[in-house]
């Protein structure tokens, strides 16, 4: 049997056969199309032209897709929402969305603060007001609002009063209402939370539409017996119905691929990982084999966000990039790029742009195109290219860098070509067989993973105890999402010290992951 790993890049989708020992069968790179699923069919298609597999021996289908990414930057598809705080009077200070773009508002159809809510200790604020919420359901109901996000005060703590705030608003609106609850989705701070709601909230006609495209092009392909999933921004995989649920969880999946499937064919657990891709070059660190979290804030789309997000750093450098000779000599590449037309704009296939694709050629870091065709472009302007391009790269190496030591770094995707074997601050550089399909890799090798996050007081209950308990939720969790249980194993634990809570607490957070069932 056979996993189908797809990615979806703003210039390239990939696509790649995984056989039952993990063992890359076929891989191909296509360019990706205005209409995406088109991109993916072709792509489909030709991965399977390649390796000869018959569509009845592929078992499993994954994919990773920047649709939603794209369609928070771009403000486009996001459906009409309502938005309900608990947590008055404590939180009326701030209003939702009060620092979003106002072309980005415009989102929200109808917005309510209600009583309610509770203190860091896990104390009522204030009662859940249901009438008032039962109001609010109404009034969505009536404008025929199909998706609401709640957010409460704490709930991180408890979630009592969001709970009972959903079940009222499936009670009124009906059970096909999608509500997202933040509890589900962010960490501590009611508002970075609140925004990632809101924004998961908006998503879930992208999210629909993404599943059900997917799903209908395998069918169209023949591939009728593949179990589908999804990539999240962890390295793991979901459901379709968990990603309809939390499209949010979506975003910047295609780097934590890249970085997934650099683990998996360099065999390296610790490492940083240099996806170069035809527009952008994206940077990531493994950790004991996925990707490193954010421990800050994200910003998506100009909203402050704090849900689980890879650690990444992403330049405007790319295959595709063009390359400019100023008046005073200096030399530029990028951040503009040619993206997806490359083999019609770069000068090695027979266009009038020079990119960075074309420096590689003409340096001989890579026989590709027509060489010849670069051969009027002085040495000289060439190296001051290279120069520029990994300034640009060692720069964002340094940034990523815990410490002063070298690191043991892997460079991954398509656009890898035009960077140097050695670069400053690196131990050693490896270039794997395949690497410029890891993203597609990364989605069919993916595990499947389970999130736990509480806050414990060590007074009450203590510190091993609360460790164990946090290990076999979390363990527990990856188990329900489809992993097999034998096969699950404790990633990473977090325990740190909350000062400005009571007693001696601690925010406790495990991740599990286990292979797919």
Not at 57 to 82: D, F, S, W, Y
Not at 247 to 255: E, R, Y
Not at 419 to 448: F, Q, Y
Request: with cysteine.
């Amino acid at each position: 049997m056979y996993r189908l790993g797809i990615d979806v890049g703003g210039t390239n989708t990939d696509a790649v056969l995984i056989d039952e020992n993990l063992k890359v069968a076929a891989s191909v790179k296509c360019p990706t199309t205005a209409d995406v699923y088109e991109g993916i069919l072709t792509a489909v298609r030709a991965v399977l032209e390649s390796s000869g597999v018959n569509r009845s021996e592929i078992a499993q289908a994954m994919l990773g897709t920047t649709q939603c990414t794209n369609a928070i930057v771009e403000r486009k598809h996001l459906a009409p929402i309502g938005i309900l705080r608990i947590g008055a009077p404590a939180t009326l200070g701030i209003f939702p969305m009060v620092d979003w773009a106002e072309d980005l508002k415009a989102i929200a159809v109808d917005i309510a603060m209600i009583g309610g809510g509770f203190e860091y200790d896990g104390k009522e604020l204030a009662p859940l007001d249901k009438e008032a919420a039962k109001n609010f359901f109404l009034r969505l109901k009536e404008k025929g609002v199909k998706s609401v996000a709640i957010s409460c005060v704490f709930s991180t703590v408890r979630n009592d009063h969001e709970l009972e705030a959903a079940r009222l608003c499936r009670e009124i609106m009906g059970n096909e209402v999608h509500v997202s609850v933040s509890s589900e989705i962010g960490s501590m701070g009611l508002i970075e939370r609140e925004n990632a709601t809101i924004l998961n909230a908006a998503l879930y006609h992208v999210a629909e539409s993404f599943t059900e495209g997917f799903a209908r092009s395998l069918r169209e392909e023949g591939i009728v017996n593949a179990d589908i999933y999804l990539s999240q921004n962890d390295g793991t995989l979901m459901t379709m119905e968990y990603a309809r649920r939390y499209p949010i969880l979506t975003i910047a999946c295609g780097p934590t691929n890249s970085i997934r499937g650099a683990c998996y064919l360099s065999q390296l657990k610790n490492a940083v990982v240099i996806d170069v891709g035809g527009t952008t070059t994206d940077l990531g660190v493994i950790q004991n084999g996925f990707p490193r979290e954010s421990g800050v804030a994200v910003t998506i789309g100009g909203v402050r966000t704090n849900f689980r997000m890879p650690d990444v750093i992403s330049i405007g450098l790319g295959g595709g990039s063009i390359v400019r000779e100023h008046g005073d000599g200096h030399v530029t590449v990028g951040p503009d790029s040619v993206g997806y037309q490359i083999t019609e704009k770069a000068l090695i296939f027979g266009g009038d742009v020079c990119t960075a694709t074309d420096i590689a050629v003409r340096l001989g870091l890579k026989d590709l195109g027509d060489k010849a065709k670069v051969a009027h472009l002085s040495e000289e302007f060439a190296k001051k290219a290279l120069a520029a391009i990994t300034e640009l790269v060692e720069d964002s190496l340094d940034a990523m860098k815990v410490s002063s030591e070298d690191v043991d770094l892997i460079l991954v995707g398509g656009g890898s070509i035009i960077l140097p074997e050695k670069l400053m601050g690196a131990r050693t550089v490896i270039k794997p067989e395949d690497g410029g399909v890891a993203n597609a890799i990364g989605s069919a090798i993916s595990k499947v993973s389970g999130n736990y996050e509480k806050l414990v007081d060590y007074l009450v209950t203590p510190r091993e105890q609360a460790l164990e308990e946090a290990k076999t939720e979390a363990a527990n969790l990856a188990v329900a999402a489809g992993a097999v249980r034998e096969t699950v194993e404790i990633i990473d634990v977090e325990d740190v010290p909350l000062q400005y809570y009571p007693g001696n607490t601690n925010r406790v957070k495990v991740k599990a992951a286990g292979d797919l069932k």
